[in-house]
Structure formats: structure tokens, C-alpha cells
């Protein structure tokens, strides 16, 4: 009785707006176990390939309705999108979120925008969803949690009230019918890092990049063309051509062979990776959540001439650990591996 009683309290909490002590919504989303643990790069626990394949099949009823992305490029939502998910990443980079939580945020914020693109969108209106999108999967995420006030970090147009922002998340949540357990890009990272053959040493600094090129797809809306395990796969065979060449091919053969996806897609996203988001110089995403440096590219535009800003990165790129291979051959390496590629698809 007394369980009882607590459950249909809880519910009240959670069903009204107008609650400030709204406690993680892991206790309330039952569909899947969850990992809170930011040290992880996967949401799940996976249990060897039975784990991948259960994954796998439910990766696509996370994804955003069809349509999305055509949308995405013929209308001035896709810009305000990008401007959205770079604020995301700009708080993430503040209050030290998990990775996990900024893919869980962004999808969110995808699945919910692909089911109500028929409505007219203002600004004032994505900004206050990626804001409630970012307070859901913090909830889901994060231990420390700042109040909605405080989330609304420099970056915003607009700041919203608490009732406003949490009514919100509740038109989220019921939207995506309370399916907040999202198979995402790091549901299977660390699975796949840890079946190769490697040292921890490398392991650990794959771990990295892995992370900054998984976080660097976010927010382009090209890659939302493939799922998640195909996005994966991409970033984590782009992170073994960088930090080894050698063994890359060998090594990424394994992975094909526990994470099966069509080829063609896998090869389509590596390039997509490589050219915008792998290349230190042109892109400002991922360098600059692990770095410090401004998160949104229009911050940085507005304070520094483009030029001084793709060296800033390129400076802050080099100054990553020494545990991985020296930067200046990060470049070389990979135009090596794309004009072989180039030529491979000329003499087929």
C-alpha cells in the first residue's frame, strides 16, 4: 500500500508544470535501464552481440520522422537548428555535462521539431525547445543539475521563466510518448572500443576523439540521413586511421564484423566526417567543447577575423595529450586514406 502511495505521488509531481522540485526523470522512464555514469560513452549496458543486434532494432523508432532533414534544407528552420544545438554545446562545455546528455538533447529536440514541422516556428520558439530538450536529458543524465534559470547560459535571445520552460518539457515528453531512453551515437562507442585489440593507452585516447567527432556530428544536419550505428562506426574508424594507420584496416574489419551496416552508407559517412567534422581546421565544434574555446562558431566570428579564428583552433588542436600521434601527421594521414579512396572508387 505504502508503494502504492508513493507511485501516485510521484506521478502528481511529475505531471504538473508548475512543480520546482521536479526530481531525474530516470526514476519515472521505465522502457530502458539507463547508465548515469558520464564516464561511459554508452547508454546501455551491452551484453555481446545479443546487446548490438537489440540496438540495432530499436535504433530507427528513435530517429526522427521521415522527411526531417529534406525539410531541415529547404526551409530557414535548418539554420535555426544549427544556432540551437551550438547553444547546447556551448552549455554542456559550461557546466561540464556528459557527452551523453548532448545526444540525448539533440535528439530530443529532432524528434519532437520532425513531428511538428506543419507549425509556423519563430526563434524565440526553438530556442525555448532546445532549452527544455537540454533540462529533460540533464534530468535523465546528470547528477547535479542547475536550475532552468541557470541553464540559460549567454547565448540566448530570450530567457524564459521556470513554468514556461517545463510546460515545455512536459509537451516533450508527451510528444515522444515518454520513449526518453534514445538509442543515440554513443550507445555503442564504447562497446566497439572495447572488442578491438589494443592498448589501454590507445584505448583511452581513442575514448577522446571518438567523443570529439561523435559531439562534432550533432549539430550538422547531414548526418541525420544515417542511424546512429552507422554514424558510430564512422568516427570511430576515422579516430583509428588517425591514431593508427597501420592497424586501422584490420581493426575496422572486426568492428564491421560485430556492427553490421551497409557499406555504402558507412562509406558515405566517413567521408561526410572527415570533411566536416575530422578536419581541425574547418570545423570549430569539437575542439572547442574539449578546449574551452567558444562553442558557437558566430561567437567567434563576431570577436576575431576568420583567419585568426581557424588558427586559434588549429592551435588549441595541437595542444591535445601526447598520447596520441603527433598532430601535424593527423592531415597527411587522412589525405592519404581519401585520395586512395578516391582512387579505389575510379578503378571500380
Not at 8 to 19: G, K, R, V
Not at 40 to 61: C, I, N, P, V, Y
Not at 180 to 208: G, K, P, Q
Not at 249 to 264: A, G
Request: proline letters at 4%; glycine letters at 4%; charged letters at 25%.
Amino acid at each position: 500500500m505504502d508503494n502504492a502511495k508513493s507511485l501516485l505521488c510521484e506521478e502528481d509531481a511529475i505531471a504538473s508544470p508548475w512543480n520546482d522540485n521536479v526530481r531525474s526523470l530516470s526514476s519515472y522512464c521505465a522502457d530502458d535501464q539507463i547508465d548515469t555514469t558520464n564516464g561511459s560513452l554508452s547508454t546501455f549496458s551491452l551484453d555481446g552481440g545479443e546487446g548490438m543486434a537489440r540496438l540495432l532494432e530499436k535504433e530507427t523508432s528513435y530517429m526522427p520522422d521521415g522527411g526531417y532533414l529534406a525539410a531541415l534544407q529547404a526551409e530557414d528552420i535548418g539554420g535555426a537548428r544549427s544556432i540551437a544545438l551550438h547553444w547546447i554545446l556551448k552549455v554542456r562545455n559550461s557546466y561540464s555535462f556528459g557527452p551523453l546528455t548532448v545526444a540525448l538533447a539533440v535528439n530530443y529536440f529532432d524528434r519532437y521539431l520532425s513531428k511538428h514541422l506543419s507549425k509556423p516556428w519563430k526563434a524565440w520558439m526553438v530556442q525555448l525547445l532546445s532549452v527544455a530538450c537540454l533540462s529533460v536529458a540533464a534530468k535523465m543524465e546528470e547528477v547535479d543539475v542547475p536550475l532552468l534559470l541557470d541553464l540559460q547560459i549567454e547565448g540566448l535571445e530570450h530567457i524564459f521563466e521556470a513554468k514556461t520552460i517545463q510546460r515545455m518539457e512536459l509537451a516533450v515528453l508527451s510528444s515522444l510518448g515518454w520513449r526518453m531512453s534514445s538509442v543515440t551515437v554513443f550507445s555503442y562507442a564504447d562497446e566497439l572500443l572495447h572488442r578491438i585489440d589494443i592498448n589501454e593507452r590507445l584505448r583511452e585516447s581513442l575514448v577522446i576523439r571518438v567523443t570529439e567527432l561523435l559531439l562534432g556530428s550533432l549539430s550538422e544536419a547531414d548526418f541525420l540521413e544515417f542511424r546512429p550505428s552507422v554514424i558510430t562506426l564512422s568516427a570511430v574508424s576515422c579516430a583509428l586511421e588517425e591514431a593508427a594507420p597501420l592497424q586501422a584496416e584490420t581493426l575496422i574489419n572486426t568492428l564491421v564484423k560485430l556492427l553490421p551496416v551497409v557499406k555504402v552508407n558507412l562509406d558515405k559517412c566517413s567521408r561526410l566526417m572527415e570533411e566536416l567534422v575530422a578536419d581541425p581546421v574547418c570545423t570549430l565544434i569539437s575542439s572547442s567543447q574539449v578546449f574551452g574555446t567558444p562553442a558557437s562558431p558566430v561567437t567567434v566570428a563576431e570577436d576575431l577575423p576568420k583567419e585568426n579564428a581557424r588558427r586559434e583552433v588549429a592551435r588549441n588542436y595541437s595542444n591535445r595529450p601526447c598520447s596520441r600521434r603527433p598532430t601535424d601527421m593527423v592531415p597527411i594521414v587522412r589525405c592519404l586514406n581519401s585520395r586512395k579512396r578516391k582512387l579505389d572508387d575510379t578503378l571500380k
